[in-house]
T-cell receptor, first 114, second 115 residues
Framework: AQKITQTQPGMFVQEKEAVTLDCTYD???????LFWYKQPSSGEMIFLIYQGSYDEQNATEGRYSLNFQKARKSANLVISASQLGDSAMYFC???????????FGTGTSLTVIP | EPEVTQTPSHQVTQMGQEVILRCVPI?????FYWYRQILGQKVEFLVS????????KSEIFDDQFSVERPDGSNFTLKIRSTKLEDSAMYFC?????????????FGAGSRLTVL
């Protein structure tokens, strides 16, 4: 069975500091993709970053980077230089190649403090 | 930038009524999805659709629910005989599996309130 775990229901970070949001996953598939989505209070789901299971380099997109540790089955999101607009819910998700379903974690609520 | 469009943005209905939520996926995407998010909770998979048929569905997606692609652009979710617990945000999403990442692109959501 496929599973995504986010153990931090809520996180606080000072503006301009970096923050790491944890995500672990479980799958027996060899080929899979890992995603992070941001959900601001307005409710939409915004794609942030993707990491493929065969990618050797950690993915980066601007201030977002994904710390991919395959052996530990973790895919933590690192946000550098936090901004007030980063305050939102963040969801980790996984897609495997044995189905076309995306599995989501329970989310982490990030609050950036001025 | 291409986007997934959902209508209505908010619908209020009486318990027992039927509701149709509409979605226009990104035009060159082949896979379509409905997800549900009860307020403040996790994003739950309902159903995926490919090649004009359901490819996967969750336990939530029982006989009360149905999906349809009535023409080349629309993708609808029908909820029959709505219940109070159907109140949630319903997200349509689409993806293009021909590209490496197969990113799931979400619509802005349709908030359903059942009274």
């Amino acid at each position: 069975a496929q599973k995504i775990t986010q153990t931090q229901p809520g996180m606080f970070v000072q503006e301009k500091e970096a923050v790491t949001l944890d995500c672990t996953y479980d799958t027996s598939d060899q080929s899979y993709g890992l995603f992070w989505y941001k959900q601001p209070s307005s409710g939409e789901m915004i794609f942030l970053i993707y990491q493929g299971s065969y990618d050797e380099q950690n993915a980066t997109e601007g201030r977002y980077s994904l710390n991919f540790q395959k052996a530990r089955k973790s895919a933590n999101l690192v946000i550098s230089a936090s901004q007030l607009g980063d305050s939102a819910m963040y969801f980790c998700a996984m897609r495997t190649n044995t189905g076309n379903q995306f599995y989501f974690g329970t989310g982490t609520s990030l609050t950036v403090i001025p | 930038e291409p986007e997934v469009t959902q209508t209505p943005s908010h619908q209020v209905t009486q318990m027992g009524q039927e509701v149709i939520l509409r979605c226009v996926p990104i035009s060159n995407h082949l896979y379509f999805y409905w997800y549900r998010q009860i307020l403040g909770q996790k994003v739950e998979f309902l159903v995926s659709f490919y090649n004009n048929e359901i490819s996967e569905k969750s336990e939530i997606f029982d006989d009360q629910f149905s999906v349809e692609r009535p023409d080349g652009s629309n993708f609808t979710l029908k909820i029959r005989s709505t219940k109070l617990e159907d109140s949630a945000m319903y997200f349509c999403a689409s993806s293009d599996w021909s590209s490496g990442a197969n990113v799931l692109t979400f619509g802005a959501g349709s908030r359903l309130t059942v009274l």
